[in-house]
């Protein structure tokens, strides 16, 4: 028994022509799911990417505004205690001062005061 499979005009088989026909079908198939897949796989990988670099310049900015907040701060409270500590000596130098030249007058008025009981006796 013979197997007769119908040709087509050029006189090849049509069963070839269409295993090549089914061959190349797959084929285009499996390249084109390899390329969605690639693409999907990229796709994902710079997502995540971007996610961490996002995140990361998040995270610096947030370290960097606390530090400059903190040196501010601390910035200031220096600043304040220094101005503080020269009030408070300004006003003892000054007290201090007017007690001294109270004192002198005082001295002087009396010496003056004794030197003329003296001189009048």
């Known amino acids: 028994m013979r197997l007769f499979f119908p040709t087509s005009e050029s006189g090849s088989p049509i069963i070839v ?5 089914v061959v190349v079908v797959v084929v285009v198939v499996v ?3 390899v ?6 796989v990229v ?21 960097v505004v606390v530090v400059v907040v903190a040196v501010v701060v601390v910035v200031v409270v220096v600043v304040v205690v220094v101005v503080v500590v ?3 000596v300004v006003v003892v130098v ?8 109270e ?14 009981v003296v001189v009048a006796l």
């Open 17 to 21: 022509v269409v295993v090549v026909v």
């Open 31 to 33: 390249v084109v799911v």
């Open 35 to 40: 390329v969605v897949v690639v693409v999907v």
């Open 43 to 63: 796709v994902v990988v710079v997502v995540v990417v971007v996610v961490v670099v996002v995140v990361v310049v998040v995270v610096v900015v947030v370290v």
């Open 86 to 88: 020269v009030v408070v």
């Open 94 to 101: 000054v007290v201090v001062v007017e007690v001294v030249v």
């Open 103 to 116: 004192v002198v007058v005082v001295g002087v008025v009396v010496v003056v005061v004794v030197v003329v």
